[in-house]
């Protein structure tokens, strides 16, 4: 049985959102991105371009939006996964580091990759 002092850091009120965001240019559907921020970690589940914008810089934009909703929301930290044949390189250059992998999944002959951003921020330095 759990005493008072204990059950304090176990049953404690956490912040969970989801959220997403689409851009458009001219009208024209570019892209978005979603996730959900869960206590103090923001974590990307989707971000997706049209073929046609790719190279454009909208990614890059997506992510600058999420991480100032993320500083926004006082989080400490921004996750995301990534297969081997898509986007690593890409959040490597926003700043994402990998924190582990797995090999062989989902299937034989591809990685799976964690990575992270710690973000800096006046009310959590």
């Known amino acids: 049985m759990l005493d008072a002092q204990r059950s304090e850091h176990f049953f ?3 912040q969970n959102q989801s959220f997403s965001y ?3 240019e001219d009208g024209v559907y570019q892209g978005g991105i979603t996730g959900n921020i869960h206590a103090k970690e923001l974590h ?4 997706a371009l049209h073929a046609t914008s790719k190279g454009k810089g909208y990614g890059q934009k997506l992510i600058q939006v999420v991480e100032d909703f993320a500083l926004h929301n006082d989080c400490h930290t921004l996750t995301v996964t990534t297969q081997s044949f898509q986007a690593k390189p890409f959040y490597e250059k926003q700043g994402f580091q990998v924190f582990g992998q797995l090999e062989d999944v989902p299937f034989a002959g591809t990685t799976r990759y964690y990575l992270v951003k710690r973000l800096k ?3 959590n330095k």
Not at 44 to 47: E, M, Y
């Open 12 to 14: 404690i009120e956490v």
């Open 22 to 24: 689409a851009l458009y």
């Open 44 to 47: 990307i589940s989707l971000l």
């Open 121 to 123: 921020n006046q009310k």
